[in-house]
């Protein structure tokens, strides 16, 4: 296990779980991608990959008249995701740090996020964080946050050396709706779970974003 930078003041589990309590008692668990960098400027967009915007295939539209196929809207989606891999490649191209999500075990409330990280950050450091909700259809949050400690992981919550708490900052009220309402569900999903054994976590249409 990679050991901290001495300038990284890690917590003990003690005040660790102390720091957790400031998330709130309503949160959930789950397994998603997500991306987390330093905070190099006030826009969340400078490290982490673009949001991607879905391509809406909707199979009801198969055996439509081609008039009724939303062809302009799924030539504006192919156009955007075209525009997503240009940037990244031209980032990658000029030497800049790009960051891609990647699943990661959290625990989530509407007011901060605890997650796995190959890297501890001091308290108070700002972060970006972008988050893809396992909802139905497809939802990805972008915001900031400021942690309140890191780490050393003790295995439980996947392969990642360091836990991380953070607080989100200028979350938006529409992401931060989308939040709610997916901590919603998934709270329903987990007591439903206790009933009647778990299940592994997946996106449905029960999942609103």
């Known amino acids: 296990m990679p050991e901290a930078p001495p300038e990284v003041t ?5 005040t660790f779980e102390g720091l ?3 998330m709130g008692p309503f949160f959930v668990s789950d397994v998603f991608p997500i991306a987390h960098d330093s905070a190099r400027s006030e826009s969340p967009d400078e ?4 949001r991607r915007r879905i391509l809406p295939v909707y199979p009801s539209s198969w055996g439509s008249r081609e008039e009724q196929v939303p062809w302009l809207f799924l030539f504006q989606s192919l156009d955007e995701r075209l525009n997503q891999m240009m940037t990244v490649l031209g980032k990658v191209s000029r030497g800049e740090t790009v960051v891609f999500p990647r699943p990661s075990c959290v625990q989530i409330s509407g007011t901060g996020l605890l997650f796995g990280s190959h890297r501890p950050y001091e308290p108070d450091e700002r972060i970006v964080l ?21 780490m050393k992981g003790d295995g439980k919550g996947g392969n990642d050396p360091y836990c991380v708490v953070a607080l989100f900052e200028k979350m938006s009220p529409r992401f931060q709706d989308q939040l709610v309402q997916y901590i ?4 329903r999903e987990e007591i439903q779970d206790v009933r009647s054994g ?3 976590p997946v996106a449905s249409k029960s999942r609103i974003g």
Do not use: H, M
């Not at 490290?47 to 673009?50: A, G, I, N």
């Not at 972008?130 to 890191?150: K, W, Y």
């Not at 919603?184 to 709270?187: L, M």
């Open 10 to 14: 890690l917590c003990d589990r003690e």
């Open 20 to 22: 957790k309590k400031e």
């Open 47 to 50: 490290t982490l990959v673009p």
């Open 130 to 150: 972008l988050l893809d909700l396992p909802v139905f259809p497809p939802v990805e949050i972008q915001t900031a946050g400021r942690v309140l400690g890191s």
């Open 184 to 187: 919603v569900v998934r709270q």
């Open 198 to 200: 778990p299940s592994p």
